[in-house]
């Protein structure tokens, strides 16, 4: 348990230092809340229901420039041996690796849903509760796909190209179900058709936090 | 007789099996089976699209089980056996795609629709495309198989989401219809048969394979 606070905390530090990803994926998400926005026209329902999908390919598309940009880092002055010949389980580097993306697409969505709110002038209806499970659940399944998916590809050739063609596929499960339940949510509709979705979310990212804790000894090879 | 001539007689006796197969298949889908009555001619697109579908999720989930098996023995011929499967599997859902498409549009009117079991089955052919694309910007032939075995294990996982999507999220997609004895009859031919092409293709491109790994030609510049 101390090796994997270690671990969190050296992510933490080293992103606080160097701030490369974070500010990057913050930049990322509000040029794309920016854009979406611009385009969101027609009814307040349409502007609706359009919310939920726009936030989670901004969320999306800003994590995949931040895992690629943290995994860079982790390549550089050979940090990624030495995390290797660190004597702890590869189950432990993952969690806490995980972890980070997650702390940083919770920010990140701190900071995308009130702007998306306010440049698309919708209302939010979702009780509070509702909104953190949502979140959380989106983003443990994007954050235990791409973490693992980013360790692999990290050391490839287009790397980065290769990281958001895999984990693109594999998040559209998530995407579909985040996207459905905040659109339901922000409508003021928590019914049993929105915990359907929180359902397929939940199940999403037990599946792939679980393969991705068992998977990730094999990705940390080289 | 060599063991050279021995193994070419013995494919040729496969492939002429093979022909004969996919022969009498389509003489059953075409001429045996009893045209629908809603929809006519157009539902005999269902007996290749049900074989087609069934071999692309039993490929997908064959290149995960070879990749596990890789990643437990490091054994290259696993790593075969799952690229075989998978280019077949990317194959067999891609033409289920196709082939749903054209019977989508006389059924429901249009192309594509983003029906749950559609939905499923493109995420599962476009996380088949991520696997060969990451197989071919791959030099080393074991971290190659070691990268690819954990893509191919992640996206077997949307294999149960493809074939219990229309009961989880209550889609258009039929879901098992009740057919007359011939139609099954010709249905389980037609999937029987795709199956065993599917193992000969399968097994020969395995084959092939091992002989271009043998050769020092395993570049991913000589596989595609």
Redesign the interface.
Known sequence: MASYWWLLQKDLLTEYRARQSWPTMALLGGVVAMVFSLQAEGTDAVRQSLLGTMLWIATFFAAMTGLDRAFALERQDGCWDGLRSYPVHSTTVFLAKFTSHVLALGLLQALLTPLFIVLCHVAWHAPWWATLLVAALGNFGIAAVGTLVGALTSGMKHGGGMLVVVVLPLSVPVLLAAAEATRLMSAGQCDAAWWRWINLLAAFAIIYLTAGAALFEFVVED | MDTCTASFHRRSISDVMCALLVAAMFVAIFWLAPEEQTMGEVQRIMYVHIAVAWCGLLGSLITAGAGLLY?LRRNIVCDQWAQAAAEWGWLCCGLTLVTGSLWAREAWGVWWTWEPRL??MF?LW??Q???L??RA??DDPH?RA??A???A???A??VP?VVMATR?FRGMHPEAPTMEPTMRAVLALSVIGFSLVSAGLVTRRRGQLGRQHQLGLADPAHSY
Request: hydrophobic share 60%; aromatic share 8%.
């Open positions: 990643l939905t499923s995420i476009t996380i495309c991520g696997y694309l990451v910007n791959l971290r070691r990268v075995a954990v893509v294990i992640l996206g996982l949307d989401l989880w």
